[in-house]
Each structure stands twice: as structure tokens, then as C-alpha cells.
């Protein structure tokens, strides 16, 4: 099928073929060399990108994963209207949504003047954003709308239970 044609001098100068893609001189073989080579970049450019793409999706798939930190930071935008809000049903009001800022400002704590008065302030902003935070760490790779919201009301539950304890052995 192939034969090696020899020139008038008597040097084989290719292989030749009846078949059209049929290799005749050196210039088509680096033609078709050139080809491949371009192929197989082509080949390496596009897995690259299905790699940068897949490190892009679990990207944003893990950080939509964080979104109980998120809403927490939204809430903590509202938090001093959150406040005034629950402010006319004291002191129930406070210890049922701000649970931990009651607590930071009990004076069992005694840190300091100047801390017991800013823990509080800080406490109310950083409330919610850090229940995310562990609810986030604790629900793993299940993070659901009903898992957040059962461990936001465990938490809740757990601070109000024991300003109640306080309360009870102080009072």
C-alpha cells in the first residue's frame, strides 16, 4: 500500500500512497506535525479551563454554604431596631431575642467598667453574624433553613435558660 519513492539519485524522499491524505514531502509531514501539536494545546487549554471552572463552582459552592453567616450579618445591620422593637416587653423581650447581650451585661461578669459597658454594645452586633458562624460549623455540609433555625433556637433556648438560672439564684 505504501511505497518509499526514491529521487534520481537514489534517496528516499517520502512515503506515497494513492489515498489523498497520502504524506509527499517534507512540508506536509510538518504541517500535519504543526496540527497535532495545536490540537493537543487546544486539548490542554480546554482542560485547564474545565479545571479553573470546577475550582470555581465548589468556590462558590462552599461560600453559598456560609450564607447563615451572612443573614447573620444582616440582622446584625438591624440589630439596634431589633432592639428598640422588643424594648416596650422588657425585660422578657431582651432575654428571649438578645439572650447573650443580657448576659454580657449582667454584673456576675465583672470585667471592668469600661468593658462592662462595651461588651454589651459589642455583643449586640456580633450576636447573630456568630450564631451563623456555629450553626454553620455544627450542621457541617447539611446546612438547611430547619437546621439553622433549630440550632438558632437552641442557642436561644440555652441563653435564656440560663440568665433564668442566674436570675433564680441571685433573686
Given at each position: 500500500m505504501y511505497e518509499l519513492s526514491e529521487a534520481t539519485d537514489g534517496f528516499q524522499c517520502g512515503l506515497q500512497q494513492d489515498a489523498p491524505y497520502a504524506v509527499t514531502s517534507i512540508a506536509s509531514l510538518r504541517q500535519l506535525e504543526k496540527e497535532a501539536s495545536h490540537n493537543r494545546l487546544r486539548e490542554k487549554q480546554l482542560r485547564e479551563r474545565l479545571r479553573q471552572e470546577e475550582k470555581l463552582r465548589k468556590f462558590l459552592l462552599r461560600l453559598g454554604r456560609l450564607w447563615p453567616v451572612g443573614v447573620g450579618v444582616v440582622l446584625a445591620c438591624y440589630a439596634p431596631e431589633l432592639r428598640d422593637l422588643v424594648a416596650p416587653f422588657q425585660p422578657w423581650g431582651m432575654r428571649l431575642l438578645?439572650?447573650?447581650?443580657?448576659?454580657?451585661?449582667r454584673q456576675e461578669i465583672q470585667m471592668g467598667g469600661a468593658m462592662t459597658q462595651m461588651l454589651p454594645q459589642a455583643m449586640l452586633y456580633l450576636q447573630f453574624p456568630v450564631e451563623g458562624l456555629l450553626a454553620k460549623i455544627i450542621l457541617k455540609n447539611?446546612?438547611?433553613l430547619t437546621g439553622v433555625a433549630g440550632q438558632l433556637f437552641l442557642f436561644h433556648f440555652l441563653g435564656v435558660v440560663e440568665l433564668w438560672l442566674v436570675s433564680v439564684t441571685v433573686g
Open positions: 438578645f439572650p447573650f447581650v443580657v448576659i454580657c451585661g447539611r446546612v438547611t
